[in-house]
């Protein structure tokens, strides 16, 4: 396949605008399904959940599920339910990994599990996994189910894998790469791939925009893991050098290592170990980063992934939504946040 690439106007930078605009009606549908389906008896979950779905979160995966919707011509409404799922199974995981990294700050607020605690941060996660489940349940499609089941279960099994690398300087490429498909990318693939289902479209067509969503998703967290050494809290929404100061051993880090003196990789062994990663030690690690190109091609590693995301989207008609959906993908690359 020729790959059509998407070219912007001059001047202007990429935006999530588009798909914005385009999934605008279908979102309200999905947003009062989010807002009936926290809803419970027992006060502190509504409480609780709506402090993170309310947080200022762009419903970036269920736009793309009614985004990928768009571009198949799908007219019915089966999707608003399953993009519902999309985004209580995405909550459920911020809530727990916020309490697995003891982060106080998600989208720039104060984080769930600060506020009211590990233990109740836990535990509306659980709840808000189980309205998923419910969702699907109703849609009534075994496919649906096996793919978003498929995905929360892989999402697991990349933050397991993701804890057990963290602090290891040995982590190679190859196993960061794993890691951030399984616990980013696996949702934003099976978030596009049941458009196709809804839709009633075959395997091919499944695959290619479940490939979408797994580059971009790919994408997606190589820049956030570049931009947390070289941008600010105010611009991320979270505090700068989290990762460094919790071990977590991403692709920025994996490069400068490999590409250390040993005087340097003696101090990412320090620093990810948590023997020396204050101030000081995060100012050098910048440093260390920027001499070895690590951020750059960090950064060159998210286009190229973009790009394959791109290409995928060539093979559908050209349309409103297939451009949406290919701007989104240099927003996601271009974002500062």
């Given amino acids: 396949m020729t790959a059509t690439v998407h070219t912007l106007r001059p001047g202007r930078e990429p935006s999530i605008k588009a798909l914005m605009n385009l999934t605008a009606p279908g979102l309200n549908a999905v947003n009062h399904v989010i807002l009936d389906r926290m809803q419970s008896p027992v006060a502190l979950i509504p409480e609780l959940a709506g402090h993170l779905i309310a947080g200022g979160g762009k419903r970036l995966r269920p736009m793309l ?42 989208r720039g607020k104060v984080t769930a599990n600060a506020l009211y605690g590990n233990p109740a941060s836990v535990l509306v996660g659980d709840f808000l ?11 009534g499609s075994l496919r ?25 300087v040995s982590t190679t490429e190859d196993r960061y790469l ?19 289902v809804v839709a009633e479209r075959d ?12 580059y971009l998703g790919i994408a997606f967290q190589l820049v956030d893991d570049a931009i947390d050494y070289v941008s600010d809290a105010e611009t991320m929404g ?3 050098g989290d990762d460094f100061r919790d071990g977590k051993i991403t692709l920025p880090v ?18 990810m170990s948590g023997r020396a990663n204050g101030v000081a030690e995060l100012a050098r690690a910048g440093e260390l980063l920027r ?18 995301a791109i290409d995928v989207l060539a093979g559908f008609p050209k349309s409103p939504a297939r451009d949406a959906l290919t701007e989104t993908v240099e927003f996601a690359i271009a974002r500062a946040y």
């Fill in 65 to 106: 599920t009614l985004g990928c919707a768009s571009v198949l011509g799908y007219e019915g409404n089966r999707h608003f339910k399953l993009a519902a799922a999309v985004e209580f199974i995405h909550t459920a995981t911020l809530l727990h990994d916020d309490v697995v990294d003891a982060s106080g700050l998600r």
């Fill in 129 to 139: 996994f189980s309205r998923a489940f419910e969702l699907m349940v109703e849609d």
């Fill in 144 to 168: 649906v189910l096996k793919i978003l089941s498929r995905a929360s279960a892989v999402i697991a099994e990349g933050e397991v894998a993701q804890l057990t690398a963290q602090r290891d």
């Fill in 178 to 196: 794993e890691i951030i498909t399984a616990k980013t990318a696996a949702l934003f693939a099976a978030a596009c791939q049941i458009a196709a």
């Fill in 203 to 214: 395997e091919k067509v499944e695959e290619a925009l479940a490939s979408y969503g797994r």
């Fill in 238 to 240: 979270k505090n700068a």
């Fill in 254 to 271: 994996i490069l400068a290592y490999a590409r250390g003196n040993e005087d340097e990789r003696e101090f990412w062994r320090r620093a």
């Fill in 291 to 308: 001499s070895t190109n690590a951020v750059a091609d960090t950064m060159a590693r998210a286009r190229h992934y973009g790009q394959r």
